[in-house]
């Protein structure tokens, strides 16, 4: 097991942390099991700033710990990050961006940028929350069985260690995302930056898997158009681009309850299984209809098999999943869903 704390006054050598960096945790998107992190830092200020929708960089201490040798201390930063997530309507924890000082040899002690995502539980004091976070974290696992172009997740569990007065310490599941610039150099590839991408313009065979699966996780909220919440990587500069997707909260499949605003007054979003591919016959897609059917058995066990997750939670995540199938498979509703979607 890898322990990870942050702690507030404590300076480390340089040259003891650079000697530990690379067999502790400088792949820490390699690896599967979940590790175990302390955050000691001011949170009624990261509070403070979602209330208020901001966002600034707070000082804080990363402690790591190994089975085997004494623990590395770091200087961090932490700060609030995201767009609706940091709307107290609907959280009052926001995701947080680690930040690893630059004059510090080990910045890259989680991956080899500067700086890596974490995706919190944005309702610190709710317990279906910890369900949605970990629901969330499963849809990239199973998205990375399904292609091999994804971002990389890691699972931790934090103890919130608060140096304010609205809570003492607090243990709660989060997720590591993989920076994007990270992913495409992982695959040797560079990053597309565009507001107005044509169909025809993206690797088809990845835009059917997209649209296929955000419609199987009910997803609405992404666009390749626009790359929202899709990253597009070239491979090739002969070739056309990847799209990856990310950022998978709004899913039907997980029901997050947020709020937005309506004519009444805020109200409950309710996701709908909507199509957003646009193909003009069974024949295009054939090959992703026995793409998915192929690949039934191994997602399914692997939400059977995520006992971090609920039973509850899991029934109902195969429930979904369940009437993705029976659509994918049943002649009349996919053509009347998919094919001549209104």
Known sequence: MIWISAFADFQAPNQYIQEKTDSLLENIFQGESTIDLSLYANFDSIIEDVSVLRSNSRPARLKVYSKTGPAIMLPVQIESRGNFRMKPENCNFPPLKLSFLKENDNRRIFVKNNSVK????????????????????????????????????RLLKISYINEGFLFDTLTRYSFALEPPKEMAKRYKAKRVNSNNVAMNEIDFWHYKLVSFFEYMIMNNDWSIAICHNIELIQLDPDKPPVPVPFDFDWSGIIKVPYSVPSASGMKIIQPERSFKGDFKSRRQVKDMIHFFNSKRGEIYSMVSEFKELDGTYRVAFLKTLNDYYNILNAYFPFNRNIIHKQ
Do not use: D, T
């Open 118 to 153: 974490l995706v919190n539980q944005c309702q610190l004091f709710q317990h279906n929350y910890e369900a949605y976070l970990l629901q969330e974290y499963l849809i990239y696992k199973i998205y990375s069985s399904l292609s091999e172009y994804s971002f990389r997740v």
